[in-house]
């Protein structure tokens, strides 16, 4: 699936300034490692999410620090975030960006690992643009949920503003 969307969120989250910020305080690996599973365990996002699911991915979650890349990555099929040595991207918002990408490779893939090579949705398409901004509203800062959607609208972002998970189960697929 191609990543048509990927300039324009990086475009809005430059402009909101939380992520690249020099005035954030860096978090250690194990805040960020904390955070990561205090997110999963909101009653909000297990409420979105489900309970199972996001206790199982806290359990497994890890936070890998890398000198190999200077951005943030995830891989969701090892349930790993990769942060660049001690750069910007050692931040709460930067930490959501990346547990977005692994929320959405696990949730849209039912047969789990069966399905690698075949990604059945792109990397920041609607569904990932969903599960961000759900991670933003219930564990980011204040105002970074709602100016992060408004300014996804102006950039032309396509996301979902309701569940697509609830959606699909309604339509029983």
Partial sequence: MRDSQRSKIYNAEQETGFQYSNERELLTTDECLKFVRFTLNNVWVRMDFGESFCRSIAKDIRI?????????????????????????????????????????????????????????????????CWVYLRLLRHCGSPNEWALMQRLFQLHGVRFYRESPLRKAAQKGE
């Avoid at 890398?66 to 990769?82: D, E, N, V």
């Avoid at 040595?85 to 959405?104: F, G, P």
């Fill in 64 to 128: 890998i620090e890398t000198r190999r890349r200077t951005w943030a990555h995830a891989k969701g099929w090892c349930m790993s975030i990769l942060l660049p040595y001690r750069n910007w991207a050692w931040n709460q918002t930067t930490l959501l960006h990346e547990l977005a990408h692994i929320v959405t490779f696990w949730l849209w893939r039912p047969d789990g690992l069966k399905t690698i090579g075949r990604n059945p949705i792109a990397s920041h398409g609607p569904e990932w």
